[in-house]
């Protein structure tokens, strides 16, 4: 469940400023008075939004299929862990280290596909940290999870400062590499 909020904004968050650029819309908004943090939350928010919308209602998909067609042992296991909680807590912050990479690759790309799959594995480092908790390598506790959800949420919010320091809007405007 935890891949939803890696894919989809790495996806989307890629083609952000670079298949703005390729179809010609985003020199007019990059001329506009909009400061580069407005524009970059603008285009995260974008991509955040329904990232979230479409991981937790799968999620309450997967919650409601459980409790009507699980064995009752399976279903008080998944409500008694910390399952729901690692979904509630690491799909926002899982989202938001995929936009912040996939902008990044976007405003430094100058073709969408290679900007997505650069962003892809740009997104990696949290998907091999997920995997290793659904394989228990890693054990998943709560102090653990709200521990990495705070290291996550500290990492996108440094990761929303340097995308913007490193954003240039002349660069894009009149196409100048350097």
């Known amino acids: 469940m935890l891949v939803i909020p890696v894919i989809v904004p790495s996806v989307v968050s890629a083609y952000s ?12 908004v990059l001329t506009t008075p909009i400061r580069r943090e407005e524009f970059l ?14 991981a937790y209602i799968v999620f309450g998909i997967f919650l409601a299929a459980a409790a009507l067609f ?5 279903v008080s296991a998944i409500y008694a862990g910390t399952h729901v909680l690692v979904q509630l807590l690491f799909t926002p912050m ?4 995929a936009i912040w990479v996939g902008i990044a690759v976007s405003a430094r790309s100058t073709d969408v596909r290679a900007a997505q799959q650069l962003s892809m594995l740009g997104s990696l480092p949290p998907l091999i940290i997920v995997a290793l908790m659904a394989l228990n390598v890693i054990t998943v506790s709560t102090a653990l999870a ?6 996550l949420m500290a990492v996108d919010l440094l990761a929303w400062r340097v995308v913007a320091a490193m954003f240039d809007r002349e660069r894009l405007v009149t196409g100048r590499h350097g």
């Open 146 to 151: 709200l521990a990495l959800a705070a290291a």
């Open 41 to 54: 939350i603008a285009k995260a928010l974008a991509a955040f939004v329904p990232t979230l919308v479409i």
């Open 70 to 74: 699980a064995h009752p042992v399976i």
């Open 94 to 97: 899982l989202a938001g280290w």
């Open 17 to 28: 400023v670079v298949g703005e650029r390729e179809q010609g819309t985003l020199e007019p």
